[in-house]
């Protein structure tokens, strides 16, 4: 479900494990091109999708489907989902891939698919950027759900010689990890021109605990975030040449207004909403977060950029604070 990077790549993988693939585009000129091109040159340019993969923008087309995965923006999965009720089979394993939690109820994305479909999830997260996963670059996810043999089923599905699937049931974990790291990549962004790897170092190590103090008081394990789908994740996406986040907070970092920046990345910014989200959540559980914080204040209240180093440099926000 959904014809963007990541969706793609994930199809293209498991294609060449042998299997069956359909990929689901909610927009007619999205599908129409890549049939035409067999490829997204605006998503994911210079990679083939198969001939094998079919694509298609009827939804009852995955009625045949052992796995539904849900590769979709964070905002549209609800209404995915819910439209999925009259097609998906009753036993067939919804995989959630889509980072992000429901703007409006602050619930996760399991959470929202779980009140849409009594299928059961799987959540699939970690440092795998489509760019390198569709070119069978060497990666590493971990595959959730409370079930944890639902969760091997999604891993044998997946596995590969390039691509290794990992098991946990940490389901909130791995949701918090894949969603705030996005917030703390802007922060990257931000900071690429007020310092160097020093200052870098600084802000994964504070976003890091930031993260996962938020992670342990909505109930995930605290070892979630120093594995994969946490600290790998975040350095993935803090790191890359390919993170539409980092990209996002450089251009706001060179004082182009948000709503132009958004629009020059020219993907879904994810931590864009995450930002808020984050500043909503702050405030349900009572956390105080200032890297998240000053994030959602330059973002959303026009501070000054430079309150992001003022911020990695203050006592308060360079406590040892661990979750």
């Known amino acids: ?136 670059v060497p990666t590493s996810v971990v595959a959730a759900s409370a079930n944890r043999k639902t969760a091997e089923k999604v891993a044998a599905l997946l596995q590969n010689e390039a691509l290794k699937v990992f098991v946990s049931d940490d389901v909130k974990g791995l949701e918090v990890g894949g969603t705030f790291k996005n917030v703390v990549a802007i922060a990257t962004g931000l900071c690429a021109k007020l310092g160097g790897d020093n200052l870098l170092a600084i802000l994964l190590a504070r976003g890091l605990c930031e993260i996962g103090k938020l992670g342990v008081a909505m109930g995930a394990k605290p070892q979630t975030f120093a594995g994969l789908s946490g600290l790998g994740d975040l350095i993935a996406t803090c790191i890359s040449e390919h993170s539409r986040n980092v990209k996002f907070g450089k251009l706001i970092g060179c004082k182009v207004p948000v709503d132009e920046a958004l629009k020059q990345v020219n993907m879904v910014v994810e931590g864009y909403e995450n930002t808020y989200l984050a500043k909503r959540l702050m405030e ?21 950029i430079d309150s992001i180093l003022e911020t990695l440099q203050s006592s308060r926000a360079s406590e040892d604070c661990w979750f």
């Open 284 to 304: 349900e559980y009572n956390l105080d977060l200032p890297v998240m914080n000053c994030v959602y204040g330059i973002l959303y209240e026009s501070k000054k």
């Open 1 to 136: 479900m959904g014809a963007g990077s990541f969706g793609l790549a994930l199809a293209v993988t498991v294609e060449k494990n042998g299997h069956d693939v359909t990929v689901w585009s909610f927009q007619e000129k999205e599908k129409l091109a890549i049939l035409e091109e067999r490829e997204n040159k605006e998503r994911l340019p210079g990679v083939k999708i198969p001939k094998n993969i079919n694509i298609t923008s009827d939804l009852s087309e995955i009625r045949d489907s052992e796995f539904v995965v849900t590769s979709v923006p964070s905002s549209a999965v609800r209404n995915v989902v819910r439209n999925l009720k009259k097609h998906i089979k009753p036993d067939a394993v919804v995989v959630n891939v889509s980072k992000g939690f429901e703007k409006e109820s602050l619930k996760s994305l399991s959470q929202v698919i779980a009140e849409e479909l009594t299928n059961e999830i799987v959540v699939v997260c970690g440092p795998s950027h489509a760019e390198e996963l569709a070119r069978a």
